[in-house]
């Protein structure tokens, strides 16, 4: 907080009296006002705090000649714009009265929601004056109740009445506890925020792993989901990173760069981390490293099929993508990887480490390739899991091919999941036993110690496939109503489906189900500029609730999971629902997965799990 917020929450929290919730910076589904503060019998307020100095810089309203009014500021001779909370927080106020507290009686139930602008360091009269060109008429007849001032002289003197109108209403009588609980599940702090303060925790074995190198620099770690391979690569990117040593993080999805970031952050032990560590997925690589004179040519070359269909006109996005995919496997899989494997040799660019995520996903001449990035002496490490061989090709990488990739000895081994609460753990291992292949089947071990830790709840929901899309929002509203309580928010929240087209359907209906308009942060687009910049902007800190595919969300975790599962026929839709029903993360406050399911194929599986008890 800034010193004028610390000074605001010691006021709230002296003056307000036991029944009143106070909401530090909540994240609002993205809005993030400074403070909300409820009272389940009384009403709620959502402040917006500034430490303006009016004596450091003169602030003013300049009227537009089309008639706008804006806040202006001066200081060394330079006028230019500054943000305007007198209109912010009538976005707060109208945000929760229509979306997010939406069973508010229409007239009364407005006026329940009071938006505060406090100025800890200027007085409330020379606030007014600016207020005033930003209210109509009637707004600011009423505003000492409809849209208060707090100044320095008001939290000095403690008038909390001035400042909360609210409590000056006797006979006012439309807020209830039952209405609270609409906003509380964006209020409260998401999951992944409280995590992010917290240090690694690994195991001995992990931590082994994370810190030390073997003899040649070459290591190649495999385990089950959920049993830390993400985060020992993580971890030793930190510690490698705090040596001052260059790191390449590789992923094959561009969404897995944010949670090995989020983790690094976690592990990172000197400041100035950032500059030696480099996140990219690996086709980007090979256009960067094929992006010089003697190379640009020869990629372009092979790139041009799929040019011409990007530049097609006559084609929409959804069939530039068909087509791009009928034809791209020899071009990206082999032909461009041949290329980087040549180019790399000459390039200038060498890192000390090289980190691959997700090994399953790569084939062994794209590991071939980067090896000619890694410096004489440098380390690269593998970690893999070919349960969630979601793209077919864990089984390129065998004995002979590992022995020709620099490895020596067997692969590093985690056993234990940590991921998994228990009413998932078996249901994921009841689904890779029936429909996966023994070969290549890796199943977390029960990790005892900590198993029985939170209540979870797991549910199976068959449905024919024209009503798939409504059972999911309404499996999506049933997560929302859970939220507010044990620590979970609607941010926590994940969907996930295998197609865009479905992922696209679910957005459409729960923005416009019954008037329910949430902002969702997805990926889905068929168009792949848009798609790119979707993924790249897609983390868990997001403050909306999330929706994605099963690969775009390998490797991540949540408390609050929706899974649809259209088609289960073939193995690498079978792999990506598995990697897909393990993304469930284990919690001391409890964890729920809910299974939408309209392939027939599945419906004899998911009759165990129909009602959340497993049958034998």
């Known amino acids: 907080m800034t010193h004028g917020e610390r000074l605001v929450f010691d006021f709230l929290d002296r003056e307000l009296d036991e029944g009143w919730e106070i909401y530090i910076q909540p ?85 329940a929601i009071c938006p505060v602008v406090i100025f800890p360091f200027a007085s409330r ?4 004056r600016l207020q005033e060109a930003f209210l109509d008429e009637k707004a600011r007849k009423n505003r000492d109740a409809w849209y208060p001032i707090g100044g320095c002289e008001d939290l000095a003197r403690g008038r909390l009445s001035t400042i909360l109108p ?90 897995l760069w944010h949670y090995l970031r989020d983790l690094i952050v976690r592990g990172v032990t000197r400041k100035g981390w950032m500059e030696n560590v ?28 799929i040019a011409r269909i990007q530049d097609d006109e006559s084609l929409d996005d959804k069939e530039k993508k068909r087509r791009i995919s009928a034809i791209s496997g020899p071009i990206l899989d082999q032909e461009i990887p041949h290329l980087a494997k040549k180019a790399a040799i000459s390039t200038a660019e060498k890192f000390d480490a090289i980190l691959v995520d997700e090994g399953q996903d790569f084939l062994p001449l794209w590991w071939e390739a980067l090896r000619g990035i890694c410096k004489p002496g440098g380390e690269m490490v593998l970690v893999a899991d070919a349960t969630q061989d979601v793209y077919g090709k864990a089984a390129r990488w065998t004995d002979e091919a590992m022995s020709g990739a620099g490895f020596s000895g067997g692969w590093a081994q ?66 929302h109503r859970k939220t507010g309580r044990q620590g979970l928010a609607n941010a926590d929240i994940v969907f996930l ?39 790249m902007g897609f983390w868990l800190g997001d403050a909306r609730m999330k929706a994605t595919t099963f690969h775009s969300f390998k490797g991540w975790e949540t408390r609050l999971l929706v899974v649809y599962i259209a088609n289960a026929r073939g193995h690498e839709n079978r792999a990506a629902i598995y990697a897909a029903l393990t993304r469930l993360k284990r919690s001391e406050q409890g964890s729920h997965l809910t299974v939408v399911c309209s392939a027939p194929e599945l419906a004899e599986f998911g009759a165990g799990y129909r009602l959340g008890q497993h049958v034998a």
């Open 278 to 305: 480099t996140f990219v997925h690996f086709h980007e690589w090979c256009k960067r490293v094929c992006d010089v004179p003697e190379f640009l040519d020869e990629y372009s070359e092979i790139m041009a099929p």
């Open 414 to 479: 985690l056993k234990l999941g940590y991921r998994l609460p228990s009413d998932a753990l078996r249901l994921v291992g009841d689904f890779a036993n029936r429909f996966l292949p023994p070969e290549s089947r890796d199943l977390p071990e029960p990790d005892q110690g900590s198993l029985s830790l939170g209540a979870s709840q797991v549910e199976w929901i068959q449905c024919e496939e024209r009503d798939a899309v409504k059972r999911c929002v309404d499996a999506v509203l049933a997560m």
């Open 27 to 111: 994240h609002l589904n993205g809005l993030r006002p400074d403070f909300v503060i409820m009272n389940t019998n009384i009403g709620i307020a959502v402040i917006e705090v500034k430490d303006w100095n009016f004596d450091a810089m003169r602030y003013f309203v300049k009227e537009h000649r089309n008639g706008r009014n804006e806040l202006y500021a001066r200081k060394d001779g330079r006028e230019f714009a500054v943000e305007n909370p007198f209109k912010k927080i009538k976005v707060y106020k109208d945000a929760i009265f229509d979306v997010y507290c939406p069973r508010l009686e229409q007239k009364a139930g407005y006026a």
């Open 166 to 255: 609210l409590l000056n209403r006797t006979d006012y009588n439309v807020m209830r506890p039952a209405l609270a609980e609409d906003l509380r599940g964006w209020l409260v702090e998401p999951d992944f925020a409280s995590t992010q303060r917290k240090p690694l925790a690994m195991d001995r074995n992990q931590r082994t792993l994370a810190e030390t190198r073997t003899p040649s620099g070459y290591r190649r770690i495999k385990g089950p989901a959920g049993s830390g391979k993400s985060l020992v690569l993580a971890a030793r990117a930190a510690n490698l990173a705090s040596e001052g040593k260059s790191v390449l993080i590789v992923t094959f999805n561009i969404t």
């Open 497 to 535: 489906c295998s197609a865009i087209d479905h992922g696209q359907d679910f957005i459409n209906l729960l923005t416009t189900y019954h008037g329910y308009q949430v902002n969702v942060a997805h990926t889905y687009s068929h168009k792949k500029s848009e798609e790119t910049r979707r993924k």
């Open 125 to 128: 009269d020379r606030v007014l």
